[in-house]
């Protein structure tokens, strides 16, 4: 079965520098969520998308910014890097779920190093 | 803000060992989820509960949301060295799409 696609697995930047991270949800999903998960953390909402557009925000830094597109896949773009971005980006996908919250498929992750 | 308390934050068990995890809410939560973490890897779901009193098991998993809905617990019995990783219980806020984690318990395996 299809899974949620993420690219690239790794990335290193230098401070001040731009990094943008892609996600490929399952097909059929309809909402796309970010987070940050920094080492030994839990995971930490960033923004979602339902259908295109933005659903819910956490705390996403104003240096970030996010969007989903037609075909649904997502683009997390991070601006004016800092060492305290490194961490693991996951993307997670879900679609509507009848009773309850819905339930997220997580990508394998995007670990950014920021030197 | 409505949180979650997770504990014991780690814990460390010889194999055939029980493993019990909890997750304590300041409010009523009207659902929670688990998940679990290896190493290197990403959250994988396992379950969600969204009754009161609920109990799901999964072979040597149980899973219980309380009867007033604001504590879980996930009970593993005999435990196994493939079990281990990081177990984090999450919830959604009302109306939201925003799904909260705990602070997850890391449960490492002496084989």
């Known amino acids: 079965a299809a899974g949620v696609i993420q690219s690239p697995r790794h990335l290193i930047k230098e401070k001040r520098e731009t990094a943008t991270l892609k996600c490929y949800p399952i097909p059929r999903h309809d909402t796309v969520y970010w987070y940050q998960q920094g080492p030994g953390q839990d995971p930490q909402f960033l923004i979602s998308f339902y259908e295109k557009m933005q659903s819910d925000k956490g705390s996403i830094p104003d240096r970030f910014s996010a969007q989903q597109f037609s075909d649904y896949h997502s683009e997390l773009n991070m601006s004016s890097l800092e060492l305290g971005d490194s961490a693991l980006y996951f993307c997670?996908?879900?679609?509507?779920?009848?009773?309850?919250?819905?339930?997220?498929?997580f990508g394998a992750g995007s670990r950014l190093t920021v030197l | 803000g409505q949180q979650v308390m997770q504990i014991p934050q780690y814990q460390h068990v010889q194999e055939g060992e029980d493993f019990t995890t909890y997750c304590n809410s300041s409010t009523t939560l009207s659902n929670i989820q688990w998940y679990k973490q290896r190493p290197g890897g990403h959250p994988v779901f396992l379950i969600q509960l969204v009754k009161s009193g609920e109990v799901k098991k999964q072979k040597r998993l149980t899973f219980q949301f309380g009867e007033a809905k604001k504590n879980s617990s996930l009970h593993i019995t005999a435990t196994q060295t493939t079990d281990v990783g990081t177990y984090f219980c999450a919830y959604a806020q009302g109306g939201s799409e925003k799904l909260v984690f705990g602070k997850g318990t890391k449960l490492t395996v002496n084989p």
């Open positions: 997670a996908s879900s679609g509507r779920t009848v009773r309850g919250a819905n339930v997220l498929t």
